[in-house]
T-cell receptor, first 113, second 116 residues
């Protein structure tokens, strides 16, 4: 069974640009959540989707957005990139609404220059 | 609101020695507790989790953790470490009543350094 797949793995963007990251959850999993990992702030919850609905969002500005498709795949978008957005973005998937089984992907490394 | 404190940012241990990584949490409700490991340039791998029941939880790679409700702790232990255990370890908590919507709250991580 394939794990959580994130693309691209590495990317470099210029300040002011926007970026879209993609996540394919484990087959059969319907919940997808996103996290940002930085050396200074650690791991922070961005948002969570279940059945194409965003159920919650962490304390991030509106430049950070996401969506989930009917096949449970998810994308997150960051507009007007800032240097501080450089981070590892991790996607996680869960099979249901229990919140007790959460698997992470390898992450997408974003560098903003 | 929930919070997680990992008391040690870095723990050096000699190979084949035992290790304990400490984690304390703060929550006004019952919780799910998790330990994840992150190897360099990789994502997070689930080591073990506590949902309910027995307070001693066994995970992969010989790790185990004990849930202590009175001390609000969930310390991770391994009786004999190997060089390959060198990694960053994260303790995390979630609220069962949220159904996963609130995500995980992570500690700052503990860097386990195995010395030969």
């Amino acid at each position: 069974k394939a794990g959580v797949t994130q693309t691209p793995r590495y990317l470099i963007k210029t300040r002011g640009q926007q970026v879209t990251l993609s996540c394919s959850p484990i087959s059969g999993h319907r919940s997808v959540s996103w996290y940002q990992q930085t050396p200074g702030q650690g791991l922070q919850f961005l948002f969570e989707y279940f059945s194409e609905t965003q159920r919650n969002k962490g304390n991030f500005p509106g430049r950070f957005s996401g969506r989930q498709f009917s096949n449970s795949r998810s994308e997150m978008n960051v507009s007007t990139l800032e240097l501080g957005d450089s981070a590892l973005y991790l996607c996680a998937s869960s099979p249901d609404l229990s919140g007790n089984t959460i698997y992470f992907g390898e992450g997408s490394w974003l560098t903003v220059v | 609101a929930q919070s997680v404190t990992q008391l040690d940012s870095q723990v050096p241990v000699f190979e084949e020695a035992p290790v304990e990584l400490r984690c304390n949490y703060s929550s006004s409700v019952s919780v799910y507790l998790f330990w994840y490991v992150q190897y360099p340039n990789q994502g997070l791998q689930l080591l073990l989790k506590y949902l309910s029941g027995s307070t001693l939880v066994k995970g992969i790679n010989g790790f185990e953790a004990e849930f202590n409700k009175s001390q609000t702790s969930f310390h991770l232990r391994k009786p004999s470490v190997h060089i390959s255990d060198t990694a960053e370890y994260f303790c995390a908590v979630s609220d069962p009543s949220g159904g996963g919507a609130d995500g995980l709250t992570f500690g700052k991580g503990t860097h386990l350094i195995i010395q030969p």
